[in-house]
């Protein structure tokens, strides 16, 4: 206990030493409240644990999503970050208190798209989708990864890093339209997985998949989309059991 307590304390003061102590607790706090929450759902459906506390319901019937409560977190963590002016421990604590709201906000991302209560249904993976990113980009940031560096050493170059940044920019824009939302934040700090998603196909629902193939030319949209699965293919051509 000893020595993971003088790791600990040593990765402490080298994240404060290098000004990366308050992404840290953001990213440590989203964390903690999401899978928090994840598991606090799971009960709340589970037979086995009836006196875990339910939903949050008003007199009149409104349901309070813990989404208001991620962003009400936020707000308060926000103006304390502003008050405390750097000052420690406060702006460490709103640093967490931050990233405690995102994780409840992010955890129904599925219900800010739809505007309604997905979270249980297909649509709500998207929430998983978009967990996965913050995690990503917020342990890019972490790091100390850039996602751009302009070289202002002569015109030439600086000409050269605005039409990379065009490009990338370009290139995240097709993969959101795809639907390839993981895709497109890597390519933020790592190009050629941008283009290995340009190159891919549009998944069914997305934007691009919609104007590129359903109206320019719906024959492929429905090959691609509508044909059977290898798995459904094969219980066609199994006899029906008397």
């Known amino acids: 206990m000893f020595v993971l307590a003088s790791i600990f304390t040593e990765i402490w003061n080298d994240l404060a030493d290098e000004g990366r102590l ?19 759902t799971r009960l709340m459906r589970s037979d086995k644990v009836p006196w875990w ?12 999503h813990h989404l208001v409560f991620g962003i009400v977190t ?38 800010w798209v739809h505007l309604e209560d997905v979270y249980w249904a297909e649509e709500g993976r998207r929430s998983i989708d978009a967990t996965v990113i913050a995690i990503l980009v917020g342990s890019l940031f972490l790091f100390g990864v850039q996602p751009f560096d302009f070289d202002t050493s002569s015109p030439w170059l600086i000409g050269f890093s605005i039409l990379i940044l065009v490009v ?31 190159c891919r196909l549009g998944k069914p629902n997305s934007r691009w998949a919609k104007k590129h193939y359903a109206e320019k ?26």
């Open 22 to 40: 308050p992404i840290f607790l953001v990213l440590a706090g989203f964390l903690l409240s999401f899978i928090g929450i994840r598991i606090s």
């Open 53 to 64: 506390p339910g939903s949050i319901v008003s007199e009149g019937g409104v349901h309070l």
């Open 168 to 198: 990338d920019v370009a290139t995240v824009a097709i993969c959101f339209l795809k639907d390839r939302f993981l895709h497109g934040i890597v390519a933020l700090f790592f190009w050629p997985i941008g283009w290995y998603a340009v």
């Open 74 to 111: 936020m707000m308060l963590a926000g103006a304390l970050g502003f008050a405390a002016s750097g000052e420690s421990p406060y702006f460490e604590i709103a640093a967490l208190a931050f990233g405690v709201g995102v994780g409840l906000t992010i955890d129904e991302f599925a219900l």
């Open 217 to 242: 030319d719906p024959s492929k949209h429905c090959l691609l989309y509508t044909s059977p699965s290898p798995r459904d293919r094969t219980r066609a051509r199994m006899p029906s059991s008397a």
